[in-house]
């Protein structure tokens, strides 16, 4: 047991590791390190070492749960749907506002910071206001503007943006990072440009156009 090589040593902890071969070279420095971890763990004594598998209650990992967990209908594990699976969480308040619980429509749609990036995005592509009720409407392109030949960069814009939704709420939630929206929406702008054109080679989407009036593009003419 991890545990059995574990010394008190004052405040700190010191190791007595058991060797086959004693370690040499870099792997010193990769000790090292881990033991520095290790000063601020908490070693309970008496049981075996093992793994825990948080999501499950017994606490046992199996491909079997993982795959109904994925399979689930709310895949994104947004705090509300982590909390109704047993995680211990200070709150279910959405990271970014502080003000609602956080939904998968509440993440990607109905927070402030959502709305003011969706407006932002609509604006940019000449389209008036966001009309999502729910999640699938975004997904089914309903609010596609109406030259049908744009309709694809459209459906790849709407895709982007929630996928950026959801980078920008982990880097909050986990390095404290916070974006403001129109960082966003540049960022959206040129991820999604880069994703259209490595794509389709073929069409011919020029940066400015994709910029100032993507809403107009037409590739046969
Ligand atoms: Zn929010």
Known sequence: MVADRIFKDGAALSFRWQWARDPTGKTCGELQQLQDRLQSFLFAGGASDSWTWILQGNGIFTTQALTTLVNERNRIPVHVEID????DLDSVRCPMCNNDSETVEHATLTCPFAKDLWSRIF??????TPQYSNLEDMFQGKTCPSNT?????WQATEWVTGYMLWRIRNLKVFEGKMWNAPMVLSEIQAKSFLWITSRSENLHLDWNTWLLHPSTFDDHG
Do not use: F, I, T, Y
């Open 123 to 128: 604006h940019w592509w000449n389209g008036g």
């Open 84 to 87: 109704k699976r047993g995680v």
């Open 149 to 153: 030949n744009a309709s694809k960069l």
